[in-house]
Nanobody, 125 residues
Framework: QVQLVESGGGLVQAGGSLRLSCASS????????MGWFRQAPGKERDFVAAIDSSSTNTDYAHSVAGRFTISRTNAKTTTMVYLQMNSLKPEDTAVYYCAASPHQVQRSVKLYNYWGQGTQVTVSS
């Protein structure tokens, strides 16, 4: 089964930047919409950003618009999805998940049926 693996999380000071990566293994998601979500302790998993299969359309949560950028590459054997995070704030602290959906540019967790294991992002004040 195709899998997703995130990397790039870590500890950063407020105002700093991080770039998250998500790689598919055992296959690709070239025709799928891809998204990033995040989940803070005790809270629900929230939408962060989404991109369609051709990188034509993107969507961002209001809280990250203008600071985060989602992008992707569709290679022959691997799909890569990135989340460039700038001007990070303590409230961005969460586990960040990459996900794939047969639908394009979706905000609902329920419409994504492939998920990575998550990567921790901690922003100190």
């Amino acid at each position: 089964q195709v899998q997703l693996v995130e990397s790039g999380g870590g500890l950063v000071q407020a105002g700093g930047s991080l770039r998250l990566s998500c790689a598919s293994s055992k296959g690709t998601f070239s025709s799928y919409g891809m998204g990033w979500f995040r989940q803070a302790p005790g809270k629900e998993r929230d939408f962060v950003a989404a991109i369609d299969s051709s990188s034509t359309n993107t969507d961002y949560a209001h809280s990250v618009a203008g600071r985060f950028t989602i992008s992707r590459t569709n290679a022959k054997t691997t799909t890569m999805v990135y989340l460039q995070m700038n001007s990070l704030k303590p409230e961005d602290t969460a586990v960040y998940y990459c996900a794939a959906s047969p639908h394009q540019v979706q905000r609902s967790v329920k419409l994504y049926n492939y998920w990575g294991q998550g990567t921790q992002v901690t922003v100190s004040s």
